[in-house]
């Protein structure tokens, strides 16, 4: 097909662009919610490629931020922005942490709607100061202490970017409309569902999302139908009881540390559900102020996943049961937040086979598998959901890297050479769906 060939060679000649960008936003990562950088390099370029730009309030729902930083972290973040060169008109409207951002093109002759995804934000990680790391070695590491990318979202950012001018660039050969989702707070799965919620993919005909690495760590390599996507929510409990001396009146205390205690024995107690897999997990308790005081205040940060929302959805009401429970018996006071979360799923398997067809056909990819499990949980769901609720397909994919060290790992890299191939197969599929060609 001419216009594949055209999308990659041209993807070809981008390559040194896409890796010096990627290595640019290596350099300046922001956590969830605070990618103001980020998110106004994507504005400002996505604009002026020609596309229609919502961002802000028009991009994310407020009401449905989960796990949103404090507003001191959120103000030093904008502030450091601005002053590593953020366009101040896009900061004003992602103040507070509005930083998804949608570039919509509409082309001339009538067609489907094409929605892609890519997320934007770090991990809280410190990168190793390791000679050999290539980072390093290229000085690119990261300049933000306790951030890092080191789950590859750089590159999902600058292949997101790169599709943009690729199909920028052909708006007169293509139909239809394509929908460019530039996520937050993807980590901790916090991002999407407020995107989701604003509606943002309400009129997608196709969805596709990707990923670098994970369970693909060869370049060249792709898969092309992950499924097993784990519904999960992400939550703290804080217990508020009342100091005593533990000694001279213990009578006279509640103690949200046993409180706690005891929610954290009895979360894991939970039945495991019969329809498909569940899971739930405590990773962090924090209680009390002095072996002689009882404690006042506990901090509780458990997470529960299930194989569908379904199931998820039970072992999220069996939890607040129990940590309710737990409270009750120890007269202590217990709040409940939901920090993040994600919808269970899988892909539409007419499109991922669409999509392993394109890849047959492009011949870029080495190594075509077509199912993969994915055994964990990723935000993108929540867009897989709405699309496909809505009669939509969706699909999400990994494209294969090399990797330095495992993902979250603070010596993680990938192989730049993954950058034209994700590029390439993302915007070869997208001109296919928007020329109307059927999964």
Not at 28 to 45: I, M, N
Not at 95 to 119: N, Q, S, Y
Not at 225 to 250: E, M
Not at 313 to 333: H, N, P, Q, W
Request: aromatic share 6%; net charge negative.
């Amino acid at each position: 097909m001419k216009l594949d060939q055209e999308i990659m060679q041209s993807t070809d000649a981008m390559k040194d662009e896409m890796i010096a960008r990627r290595r640019d936003l290596h350099r300046h990562p922001e956590p969830g919610w605070t990618e103001f950088r980020t998110a106004a390099l994507v504005a400002t370029t996505l604009e002026s490629l020609g596309y229609n730009v919502a961002a802000g309030e028009d991009a994310v729902a407020r009401t449905s931020m989960m796990g949103l930083p404090s507003p001191e972290i959120l103000r030093a973040a904008e502030e450091r922005a601005a002053a590593e060169g953020a366009e101040p008109r896009w900061l004003e409207r992602m103040k507070g942490g509005l930083t998804g951002v949608v570039g919509t093109l509409r082309f001339a002759k009538p067609g489907p709607v094409v929605a892609l995804r890519f997320d934007m934000d770090s991990n809280d990680v410190d990168e190793t100061d390791a000679p050999d790391h290539l980072p390093n070695r290229e000085d690119f590491a990261s300049r933000h202490a306790g951030a890092m990318h080191a789950c590859g979202h750089d590159g999902h950012t600058t292949v997101g970017l790169a599709v943009a001018k690729l199909l920028a660039e052909r708006k007169d050969a293509l139909a239809g409309t394509l929908k460019l989702i530039f996520q937050p707070a993807e980590e901790g799965v916090r991002g999407a569902k407020a995107m989701t919620d604003r509606g943002v993919v309400d009129d997608a005909d196709y969805m596709l999302g990707a990923h670098f690495g994970f369970k693909m760590k060869e370049t060249g390599s792709i898969a092309c139908n992950v499924t097993g996507f784990l519904a999960t929510g992400k939550y703290d409990a804080r217990f508020t009881g009342r100091a005593s001396h533990a000694g001279a009146a213990p009578e006279a205390g509640r103690n949200a540390l046993l409180a706690a205690a005891c929610a954290a024995l009895n979360l894991h107690a939970i039945p495991r559900h019969s329809g498909g897999a569940s899971r739930i997990n405590v990773g962090v308790l924090e209680a009390g102020t002095g072996r002689n005081v009882t404690a006042d205040k506990a901090l509780l940060k458990l997470e529960t996943r299930g194989a569908t929302s379904a199931i998820n959805e039970f072992m999220e009401t069996e939890a607040k049961r129990v940590i309710e429970a737990a409270a009750a018996m120890y007269c202590v006071e217990v709040s409940v937040e939901k920090v993040g979360g994600a919808a269970g799923g899988s892909n539409t398997p007419e499109l991922a086979a669409f999509v392993a067809k394109r890849a047959k056909e492009l011949g870029v990819f080495s190594k075509i598998v077509n199912d993969c499990d994915f055994g964990a949980s990723e935000d993108f769901a929540y867009f897989m959901e709405r699309v496909q609720s809505h009669g939509g397909q969706a699909a999400y994919l990994m494209v294969g890297a090399d990797l330095a060290a495992g993902h979250h790992d603070s010596h993680f890299n990938f192989d730049e050479n993954a950058l034209p191939n994700a590029a390439k197969i993302l915007a070869c599929t997208a001109a296919s769906l928007l020329l109307g060609e059927k999964p």
